[in-house]
């Protein structure tokens, strides 16, 4: 129930592709899902998160679909070029981590953008 | 800006040696936390603090414990490393004004026991 799944674990695109990582969860109580981005040697940072109660938002290339229903999320990264490389973490959350809440990781992607 | 900072970097242990983690940010941060990154495993939570003096359970709580004196500091232990406990550690605070909810990490302490 506490789990998020996320797939595919690694990822490999050519420069100027689409790059898409999806994550699903059970627990029908969160209600935030951000995602992560982590270079080598260091921590992850916030990259784009979304609440249920829109379908989708869009930061630039960055663009999270959101299916309420199917208890699905997805991250696609336009026009993804090699900066992109880096490990991807989706996360849920019943309550935001700014009001103290705790954030369930997936599994990670480890995406690697060809020249 | 130092933001989230963890020392020490690198350790490494032998089986049954105890060793404490220091985890300090400087953001006036009410909730911290600690993460183990592990290969196919994501991050997952151990212990984490809502506030001074006070620690919960995480995910994988076990063979480790914390400590929450004051609020900029966040120290995780382990009494008798296992290795099992061989891992990547991370430390993390939030409390964001703009409500974002966004999560600060630190870079980590890799940490093997052998």
């Known amino acids: 129930q506490q789990q998020v799944k996320q797939s595919p674990q690694s990822l490999i695109v050519q420069k100027g592709g689409i790059s898409i990582i999806n994550c699903a969860y059970e627990n029908t109580a969160f209600d935030y899902f951000p995602w992560y981005q982590q270079f080598p040697g260091k921590g992850p940072a916030l990259l784009i998160a979304i609440r249920p109660d829109v379908s989708e938002k869009k930061e630039g290339r960055f663009t999270i679909s959101f299916n309420k229903s199917a208890k699905q999320f997805s991250l696609h990264i336009m026009d993804s070029q090699p900066g992109d490389s880096a490990t991807y973490f989706c996360a849920a959350s019943m309550i935001p981590p700014n009001q103290g809440g705790k954030l369930i990781f997936g599994q990670g992607t480890e995406l690697s953008v060809k020249p | 800006n130092a933001g989230v900072t963890q020392t020490p970097k690198f350790r490494v242990l032998k089986t049954g040696q105890s060793m404490t983690l220091l985890c300090a940010q400087d953001?006036?941060?009410?909730?911290m936390y600690w993460y183990r990154q592990d290969p196919g495993m994501g991050l997952r939570l151990i212990h984490y603090?809502?506030?001074?003096?006070?620690?919960a359970k995480g995910e994988v709580p076990d063979g480790y414990n914390v400590s929450r004196l004051k609020k900029q500091n966040f120290l995780l232990g382990l009494e008798s490393a296992a290795p099992s406990q061989t891992s990547v550690y991370f430390c993390?605070?939030?409390?964001?004004?703009?409500?974002?909810?966004?999560?600060?990490f630190g870079e980590g302490s890799r940490l093997t026991v052998l």
């Open positions: 953001m006036n941060h009410e909730y």
């Open positions: 993390a605070s939030s409390w964001d004004r703009a409500n974002t909810g966004e999560l600060f």
């Open positions: 603090s809502v506030g001074e003096g006070t620690t």
